[in-house]
């Protein structure tokens, strides 16, 4: 029996990963893609390119914006209708290279293999900050910058976060399952980048599938298998850590001050496909899931509006009531389809009015459920308290800033207390104030 790792605290919301065993299928991309130059943590690319510019599949039209950036390229061939504002996950209207597709899909001439055996790590770094590759968990912070550890601070071990713990995604199990070569050869370059002496793959147990697939290559590829129990936030970078490695990062600090990378399966690919084919970052897997006609995996052009992806799964059932960015404990709800898929887009999610949470918070009730769900270690009902009060300097002491957000706390709440949104505001207003 192999042995499951966990860690202390978290939740078991439904699964409802409806589309596990549905392969990966080709969107074919629409006439006109929307790119935004903000598709990462950290400043929005520049924009490279100008209305009327002949663009191909990967050629470059936003270049990183000072250390904090990352690339950005067009996922067609076609011609720029103008760089412009545009509808964004971010609720806000932001710079987009807007494309009409001329349907060659024409790689850029540019685009050639870098691989050799003897490829260097600082070679690898820079293919992965020119390609724009991010992470593909949802946080898409530049894998360049996460490989350049600070003078001083070393690697010795990459965890392979193939955990997917959101309720409803499938689109990380369908690319271990359909490309775990091209996954693992992607994770050697990261190992290799890192000087990293172990790697180890993470699959949640409810992925067994993926694991026996995993299994057949380790030896091949000199990794080992960590399955975790199924339990969010499984795949939180912190939780990840401390269930396979019993490391703790330290407060305000990050993995790798305890020598720890980890990285999403999906960025690995990303990798591989960058390395080894040359192509940039421009297309992901997305699931389309919850209530539309016939739930799919597609691999689809970034920039791609939503309103495509929902209208060749068959369009909505029933009436919508939300659409959901991701999954449904962190994901972000959007004003409408038209908003574009990004580097960051792991799924879109539809509810029905009668499936959405509209319950009033009542006062809480003291049964201490938020705090024993906590991954963090926190004190939930006390944060929301004193952000209902303004106490944001009380909440700080009480390690506020430590909050993943998960929302553990908020599922768990008799009261239906907002506590993670509680907190969101907390954490901004001690943002505001630089602390
Ligand atoms: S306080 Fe933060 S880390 Fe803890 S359960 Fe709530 S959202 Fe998650
Ligand atoms: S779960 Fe809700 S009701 Fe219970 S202690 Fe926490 S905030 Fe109060």
């Known amino acids: 029996?192999?042995?499951?790792?966990?860690?202390?605290?978290?939740i078991h919301p439904g699964e409802f990963k409806f589309t596990e065993r549905d392969a990966i299928e080709d969107f074919v991309a629409p006439d006109v893609v929307y790119i935004?130059?903000?598709?990462?943590?950290?400043?929005?690319?520049?924009?490279?390119?100008?209305?009327?510019?002949?663009?191909?599949?990967?050629?470059?039209?936003?270049?990183?914006?000072?250390?904090?950036?990352?690339?950005i390229h067009s996922s067609v061939s076609g011609t720029v209708k103008k760089v412009d504002k545009y509808h964004h996950f971010s609720g806000n209207m932001e710079q987009t290279v807007i494309i009409e597709n001329d349907g060659q899909m024409e790689k850029d001439p540019a685009i050639k293999s870098a691989y050799s055996d003897s490829i260097t790590p600082e070679k690898i770094i820079e293919i992965a900050r020119d390609y724009g590759i991010v992470g593909l968990g949802g946080a898409t912070f530049p894998a360049s910058i996460k490989m350049s550890p600070p003078q001083g601070k070393t690697f010795d071990t990459l965890i392979l976060n193939g955990a997917e713990c959101e309720p409803y995604l499938t689109s990380d199990h369908r690319l271990m399952i359909e490309f775990p070569e091209e996954i693992i050869l992607g994770a050697l370059l990261i190992k290799k980048a890192i000087n990293a002496n172990k790697l180890i793959i993470a699959i949640e147990e409810n992925k067994m599938d993926a694991v026996s697939v995993y299994e057949k290559i380790k030896d091949k590829y000199k990794f080992d298998i960590a399955i975790l129990k199924t339990k969010y936030p499984q795949g939180g970078e912190k939780q990840i850590i401390k269930a396979i490695l019993d490391r703790e990062v330290p407060e305000g600090g990050l993995p790798v001050d305890i020598h720890t990378y980890v990285q999403n399966v999906g960025t690995a690919y990303a990798l591989w496909d960058a390395v080894y084919n040359g192509m940039p970052l421009v297309k992901r897997i997305v699931s389309i899931t919850g209530s539309v006609k016939n739930r799919k995996n597609l691999k689809v052009a970034i920039g791609t509006p939503i309103s495509a992806l929902i209208e060749h799964c068959g369009g909505y059932m029933g009436e919508a009531g939300k659409l959901i960015t991701g999954g449904p404990m962190m994901g972000i709800a959007l004003y409408t389809d038209e908003i574009p898929v990004t580097k960051g887009t792991s799924g879109v999610l539809i509810q029905r009015k009668e499936e959405m949470s509209l319950d009033e918070p009542t006062n809480c009730i003291r049964c201490g459920r938020c705090i024993s769900s906590c991954p963090m270690d926190l004190m939930p009902n006390l944060l929301g308290d004193f952000s209902e009060f303004y106490k944001f300097e009380e909440s700080k002491e009480l390690g506020v800033l430590?909050?993943?957000?998960?929302?553990?706390?908020?599922?768990?709440?008799?009261?239906?207390?907002?506590?993670v949104q509680l907190i969101k505001v907390t954490k901004a207003e001690l943002k505001k104030k630089g602390r």
Do not use: W
Request: charged content about 20%; overall charge positive; aromatic content about 10%.
């Open 1 to 10: 029996m192999p042995k499951f790792f966990t860690f202390k605290g978290g």
């Open 402 to 419: 430590n909050c993943i957000e998960c929302g553990s706390c908020s599922y768990v709440c008799p009261a239906k207390r907002h506590l």
């Open 36 to 71: 935004p130059l903000s598709q990462h943590f950290g400043k929005p690319a520049k924009p490279v390119v100008k209305k009327g510019d002949k663009v191909y599949v990967g050629s470059l039209v936003g270049e990183p914006d000072g250390g904090f950036s990352a690339s």
